[in-house]
């Protein structure tokens, strides 16, 4: 406990299970937290970034899925709207936010779960992983100079929010975390099993 003694956090889409167990995670080792809900809100977005005060942690937890295959007719729709609540989000958030963080703190994306047979029609969402995965290198980049560690976290098809919060901790607390930066790390499990066979 205590591992973020003075460090305020902003995290984003509180409303949900995986948003409410980072802040409570975040707050137990010592941050104070600052709960957004909607990132993918313009105005909300206008808003936060004028009243909100210095900070140190950024974390976005969109987290977008869709139960249906994408091999019908409206796959581009489905990959437009992949970009727009994973991608464009967490950029939109990152950019506006960034020039508010204090020297020496951290930004934590969230892309899309990672399904365990790459075969399942989720084209959307692997694309729109690897789009966070080029943001994070890039953001990391351009805020190196500040010292903003800036690092996405995939989780597994079969991650629950209580196993992935110590990796969204260790990734804040820059006294563990201060080498670590512009890296996608994968919370799967490792490989997943093959599939049994039909026959």
């Not at 934590?108 to 969402?125: F, S």
Request: charged letters at 20%.
């Amino acid at each position: 406990m205590n591992r973020l003694p003075g460090i305020t956090a902003l995290v984003t889409d509180a409303d949900t299970d995986m948003g409410r167990v980072l802040a409570l995670a975040l707050a137990h080792e010592g941050a104070d937290v600052r709960l957004v809900h909607h990132i993918s809100d313009t105005e909300h977005l206008d808003r936060v970034s004028r009243d909100l005060g210095r900070f140190e942690v950024l974390v976005t937890n969109t987290a977008f899925e869709w139960q249906r295959g994408l091999d019908d007719t409206d796959d581009i729709a489905k990959l437009e709207r992949a970009f727009r609540m994973n991608v464009e989000a967490a950029f939109a958030f990152s950019e506006a936010l960034a020039t508010r963080m204090s020297d020496g703190g951290a930004i934590i994306l969230t892309a899309p779960k990672r399904h365990a047979q790459p075969a399942e029609p989720v084209r959307a969402l692997v694309a729109a992983s690897q789009a966070i995965s080029t943001l994070t290198a890039s953001l990391a980049e351009r805020l190196a100079g500040r010292r903003i560690r800036v690092n996405t976290v995939v989780p597994g098809e079969l991650a629950v929010p209580a196993t992935l919060a110590p990796i969204y901790v260790f990734l804040a607390a820059a006294a563990e975390s201060g080498l670590v930066s512009g890296i996608t790390l994968d919370a799967t499990g490792g490989p997943a099993p093959p599939l049994p066979s039909l026959k």
